[in-house]
């Protein structure tokens, strides 16, 4: 890909950062020299030793399933980001689980999912929307299940579908300064997937889609390839556009897939 970076420079606040699709963001921003900002519920031990330098990366721990986590994250990331620029705002955090139909699932179960999805990637992006600098980006992570639903998926299907409104209000409401868009990055090989597999069948039918499904299973590394070219080197007007970015979308792959790595991953 070569990210030729149309982002400006600045900041980069990466949400769900500890692990999966977040984490190997972050890793590859760091790798071009980015700074970042991560948040997530909790880090490996090892990840302070490995990165130190506050001016590279600050970790933020915070669950940004409740309303004062989030304020939380937030005074946490203006603190770290001090008088520096604010190039991008990345709302990946998420979470499949509790899975189960919706009678199952409590009040307390909807909100801590309406409020990880819809409420944190909202609130953080309006109150971080003064700090972005013109050019800069707001990239949600959003999935199939934003516009279709699947049974026993249901909170994780509500959520998404409400961050689709999320991603909508901010793209008509905040500066045309800023850029607002969602991407699907696929099915890829995370523990969300992994917790998609393992429920029993008798109770989740869909497990045995997902466990037949693990052959088709996107690389994180080939996915954060999409979301880097995304974030960093699509032109501010081709960024936001209305429909999400698709990393099944061909027309797009020659663009951000890296050198001699085939796209060989079925779409579902
Ligand atoms: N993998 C897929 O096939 C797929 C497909 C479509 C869309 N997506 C979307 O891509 C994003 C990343 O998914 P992934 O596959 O990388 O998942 P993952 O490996 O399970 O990682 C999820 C990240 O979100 C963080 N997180 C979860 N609950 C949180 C909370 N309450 N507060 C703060 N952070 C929280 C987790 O950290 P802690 O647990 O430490 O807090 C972790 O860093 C999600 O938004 C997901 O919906 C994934």
Same mark, same amino acid.
């Given at each position: 890909m ?8 600045? =900041? ?6 500890s692990? /999966?699709?977040?984490?190997g @963001?972050?890793?590859?921003l760091l !790798? #071009? *020299? ?10 490996p031990?090892d990840?302070?030793a490995a ?5 590279r990366?600050?970790? =933020? ?7 004062? /986590?989030?304020?939380?994250? @937030?005074a946490?990331?203006?603190? !770290? #980001? *001090? ?9 990946g ?10 009678a ?22 309006t109150?971080l ?7 800069g980006?707001v990239?949600?992570?959003?999935t ?7 049974p026993g998926?249901s909170l994780?299907?509500?959520?998404k ?12 409401e905040?500066?045309?300064?800023v850029?607002?868009a969602?991407l ?13 597999r ?11 889609f ?6 088709n ?8 390839a999409f ?11 081709s ?11 061909p ?10 790595v ?7």
């Amino acid at each position: 890909m070569g990210d030729s970076e149309l982002l400006p420079p600045g =900041v980069i606040v990466v949400t769900g950062a500890s692990r /999966g699709l977040g984490r190997g @963001l972050v890793e590859h921003l760091l !790798g #071009l *020299g980015r700074p970042v900002i991560a948040v997530a519920r909790r880090f490996p031990e090892d990840d302070g030793a490995a990165a130190p330098d506050p001016t590279r990366l600050i970790q =933020v721990e915070a669950d940004l399933s409740s309303t004062d /986590g989030i304020e939380a994250a @937030l005074a946490a990331i203006r603190a !770290g #980001l *001090g008088s520096r620029p604010l190039a991008a705002l990345v709302n990946g955090a998420g979470r499949i689980t509790p899975i189960g139909p919706l009678a199952g699932h409590s009040s307390d179960d909807l909100l801590a999912a309406f409020t990880l999805a819809a409420v944190a990637p909202a609130r953080l992006s309006t109150a971080l929307a003064d700090r972005l600098v013109p050019g800069g980006r707001v990239l949600n992570l959003s999935t199939r299940s934003a516009h279709a639903t699947f049974p026993g998926l249901s909170l994780y299907c509500l959520s998404k579908h409400a961050l689709r409104s999320v991603t909508r209000s901010l793209q008509l409401e905040l500066p045309a300064t800023v850029g607002v868009a969602d991407l699907i990055p696929g099915e890829v090989d995370t523990a969300m997937q992994a917790d998609l597999r393992a429920p029993d069948p008798a109770d989740f039918p869909l497990a045995s889609f997902f466990r037949a499904n693990e052959v088709n299973l996107i690389p994180t590394d080939v996915a954060v390839a999409f979301l880097a070219w995304v974030l960093l080197a699509t032109p501010l007007d081709s960024f936001r556009r209305e429909q999400p970015w698709y990393v099944y979308d061909p027309a797009d792959q020659p663009q951000w897939l890296p050198e001699g790595v085939a796209f060989t991953y079925s779409e579902p």
